[in-house]
């Protein structure tokens, strides 16, 4: 078994510590506005300083995401966009920087299950995968086949985790922990919820030397560096795939989101 997709993302997470800051990962979601737009938004990604991505496969049911990715979902899926549309994002950045696929379990199930998926997924440079709707103790088989392919399978934890099981999904996470900011779905918000400091390091804690990176609600540079102060991972959103969607053509939306995130760079390096 091997275990390079689990390394190639902790390795960017060390990269980023050893800089004295946390590793940026930016979501995106696969041919959104459309297909040449979002290869144009990946590259823009990599060169603007993302050190990892989390790519989203379109879905018609996003039980995770809010009103800004739930119309990404629907537009790219209008646009033609498949799972072949995520493989041909990943394979195009994968080889610059780790490309952690979000999923949901239907869409594994559909594509030949979780060993075929998992098959496709390391084809195409994939070093993880986040599945949100699969629970700790829930269709382990899917689990397992992921990590006897090399992915890393990357869990969540919310506020409402209690604290024995976050403990125990501590134990089996691989890459790093997602720990969801807030209870809903995602979403640009206002500010921060005030208790976010202590539940990351109540997390950090049980985590060990596996990272904990923040999404859910991140929406400005200076809430990146505030949440940078204190997890390992910053993970932005609904802000970039709004900023996606602005532009008009497939440069204009690789501008719109470069900027943003080359500011958030500078902000974590502050």
Same mark, same amino acid.
């Given at each position: 078994?091997?275990?390079?997709? *689990?390394?190639?993302?902790?390795?960017?997470?060390?990269?980023?510590?050893? *800089?004295?800051?946390?590793?940026?990962?930016?979501?995106?979601?696969?041919?959104?506005?459309?297909?040449?737009?979002?290869?144009?938004?990946?590259?823009?990604?990599?060169?603007?300083?993302?050190?990892?991505? +989390?790519?989203?496969?379109?879905?018609?049911?996003?039980?995770?995401?809010?009103?800004?990715?739930?119309?990404?979902?629907?537009?790219? $899926?209008?646009?033609?966009?498949? $799972?072949?549309?995520?493989? =041909?994002?990943?394979?195009?950045?994968?080889?610059?920087?780790?490309?952690?696929?979000?999923?949901?379990?239907?869409?594994? $199930?559909?594509?030949?299950?979780?060993?075929?998926?998992?098959?496709?997924?390391?084809?195409?440079?994939?070093?993880?995968?986040?599945?949100?709707?699969?629970?700790?103790? =829930?269709? +382990?088989?899917?689990?397992?086949?992921?990590? +006897?392919?090399?992915?890393?399978?990357?869990?969540?934890?919310?506020?409402?985790?209690?604290?024995?099981?976050?403990?125990?999904?501590?134990?089996?996470?691989?890459?790093?922990?997602?720990?969801?900011?807030? /209870?809903?779905?995602?979403? =640009?918000?206002?500010?921060?919820?005030?208790?976010?400091?202590?539940?990351?390091?109540? /997390?950090?804690?049980?985590?060990?030397? /596996?990272?904990?990176?923040?999404?859910?609600?991140?929406?400005?540079?200076?809430?990146?560096? *505030?949440?940078?102060?204190?997890?390992?991972?910053?993970?932005?959103?609904?802000?970039?795939?709004?900023?996606?969607? *602005?532009?008009?053509?497939?440069?204009?939306?690789?501008?719109?989101?470069?900027?943003?995130?080359? +500011?958030?760079?500078?902000? $974590?390096?502050?």
């Amino acid at each position: 078994m091997t275990i390079a997709g *689990e390394q190639r993302i902790r390795d960017a997470f060390a990269a980023a510590k050893d *800089e004295g800051r946390a590793a940026l990962m930016p979501y995106m979601m696969a041919g959104f506005p459309d297909r040449e737009s979002g290869l144009a938004v990946a590259r823009a990604y990599v060169d603007s300083g993302a050190d990892l991505i +989390e790519l989203g496969v379109p879905f018609s049911d996003p039980l995770a995401d809010g009103p800004t990715i739930h119309a990404a979902d629907t537009q790219a $899926l209008a646009e033609g966009a498949t $799972l072949r549309t995520a493989l =041909e994002v990943c394979e195009a950045v994968s080889d610059r920087i780790p490309v952690v696929m979000m999923v949901y379990v239907n869409m594994v $199930l559909a594509h030949g299950g979780a060993t075929e998926f998992a098959r496709l997924a390391g084809a195409a440079g994939a070093a993880g995968v986040i599945i949100p709707d699969l629970p700790l103790g =829930e269709a +382990e088989d899917v689990r397992d086949a992921f990590i +006897e392919a090399g992915l890393a399978v990357v869990p969540l934890v919310a506020p409402t985790t209690s604290p024995a099981r976050r403990a125990a999904i501590a134990k089996v996470a691989r890459g790093f922990i997602y720990l969801v900011s807030t /209870t809903g779905t995602t979403g =640009e918000r206002g500010e921060l919820p005030p208790a976010l400091a202590q539940f990351v390091a109540d /997390t950090k804690a049980d985590a060990g030397e /596996t990272p904990v990176a923040v999404g859910f609600g991140i929406a400005t540079p200076a809430q990146a560096a *505030e949440v940078g102060k204190v997890a390992d991972g910053v993970i932005i959103g609904s802000r970039l795939v709004r900023a996606a969607g *602005e532009g008009a053509t497939p440069a204009e939306s690789a501008d719109g989101v470069a900027e943003f995130l080359a +500011e958030t760079r500078v902000s $974590l390096a502050g």
